[in-house]
């Protein structure tokens, strides 16, 4: 298993980003795929949530109308889609599977900051 985590960067508060993951070594399309972060001094947290079929997402509350999860089956990747960046959307945010297994991408980091 393997997955490998990309598009981070610094952006200017109310900026967008737009983050993809490439998955390997499992069936992809069986799996519901989610995207993880991880901020200085506090735990990985779930931020989206999205079905093995595509049809079905989920946003924690705090980006809830900000961002959205997408998935092409065809190129076994997923998308994280980031508007109305908020500097507390810092963080180094990671894919993986739904309940996650191991192990972790490295993980690609995302700065908001004027």
């Known amino acids: 298993v393997q997955f490998v985590e990309s598009g981070g960067g610094l952006v200017q508060p109310g900026g967008s980003l737009r983050l993809s993951c490439a998955a390997s070594?499992?069936?992809?399309?069986?799996?519901?795929m989610s995207w993880y972060r991880q901020a200085p001094g506090k735990e990985r947290e779930l931020v989206a949530v999205?079905?093995?079929?595509?049809?079905?997402?989920d946003y924690a509350d705090s980006v809830k109308g900000r961002f959205t999860i997408s998935r092409d089956k065809a190129k076994n990747t997923v998308s994280l889609q980031m508007n109305s960046l908020k500097p507390e959307d810092t963080a180094v945010y990671y894919c993986?599977?739904?309940?996650?297994?191991?192990?972790w991408g490295q993980g690609t980091q995302v700065t908001v900051s004027s």
């Open positions: 070594g499992f069936t992809f399309s069986s799996y519901v």
């Open positions: 993986n599977r739904r309940p996650p297994t191991s192990p």
């Open positions: 999205i079905g093995s079929a595509g049809g079905s997402t």
